[in-house]
């Protein structure tokens, strides 16, 4: 379990660096981008290329948006990975008290039944005697 968390960990690392390198890429060609606005002020070259900078930055824009979708994603996942693992931990530890529990209840089954046994046998041979002790003594009673 803790090398699956551990390779999780690494993978989630892994996405996030990947993730930040593309951001990194993003970032250049938003600066380019820039480059190429100031250049196009500068210069004042045709609409072509304005309109060409505007459709860029737009791509820019939905990837840097559809990266932010998927650390979100990414820490979701994570999240959920470890709540799945603390869950299934706490059931584990649920599952060994209960066979402590029956362990303990058959130890005193096991310690308390002779006891029990052994009180029941004095009871019964204490009943027998006396009854039979009354049938003596009514049976001298009776010859009597």
């Not at 090398?3 to 990194?24: A, G, K, N, P, Q």
């Not at 303990?104 to 052994?118: D, E, N």
């Amino acid at each position: 379990m803790i090398t699956m968390f551990i390779m999780i960990m690494i993978l989630t690392i892994m996405i996030v660096m990947i993730i930040l390198l593309i951001m990194m890429i993003i970032v250049i060609i938003m600066i380019i981008s820039l480059i190429m606005i100031i250049m196009i002020i500068i210069v004042n070259i045709s609409l072509v290329m304005i309109i060409m900078i505007i459709i860029l930055i737009m791509i820019i824009m939905t990837i840097t948006i559809f990266m932010i979708i998927m650390i979100i994603v990414v820490i979701i996942i994570n999240v959920i990975i470890i709540i799945i693992i603390i869950i299934i931990i706490i059931i584990i530890i649920i599952i060994i008290i209960i066979i402590i529990i029956i362990i303990i209840i058959i130890f005193i089954i096991i310690t308390t039944t002779p006891i029990i046994i052994t009180i029941i046998i004095i009871t019964t041979t204490a009943t027998t005697t006396i009854i039979i002790i009354i049938i003596i003594y009514s049976n001298i009673n009776i010859n009597n």
